[in-house]
Each structure stands twice: as structure tokens, then as C-alpha cells.
């Protein structure tokens, strides 16, 4: 997910909080499968904590231009 896309661009506060929600669950999840040796895609991880991060900072960007 890039911050040109337009799932991040065009969304609106709600729908990026659900899904910071979804990629955070999401996460939680790899978490588990992490600790428990199931995990095929390491590199899973790293993407969904920048997609977090993306999110959380269309998120600020939002807030800031309301305010």
C-alpha cells in the first residue's frame, strides 16, 4: 500500500480507523504464528507495520487539516 493509493487518499476518518484496526489484528495474528515457529512470510511483518504507520499518518494528516 502506497500513500498514493487511492484506498488511503480518498478515505475517510472512520474507514482508515477500521482499518488500522484490521492491519493491527492482522499483525497481532503473525505475532502468534511467530512465537509459535508457523510463520511463512517473515517479511509479512515488516510490510504491515509500514502500512500501519502509512495509515496512522493519513490518520494525523486528517485531524491536522480538520483542526
Known amino acids: 500500500m502506497k500513500m498514493s493509493d487511492p484506498k488511503l487518499k480518498d478515505a475517510t476518518l472512520v474507514e482508515l480507523s477500521a482499518l488500522s484496526r484490521d492491519l493491527r489484528h492482522e499483525i497481532f495474528n503473525l505475532r ?32 491536522n487539516k480538520a483542526t
Open 32 to 63: 502468534l504464528q511467530q512465537a509459535s515457529s508457523q510463520l511463512e512470510k517473515p517479511a509479512r511483518l515488516r510490510l504491515l507495520r509500514k502500512d500501519i504507520a502509512r495509515v496512522e499518518t493519513r490518520i494525523s494528516q486528517l485531524r
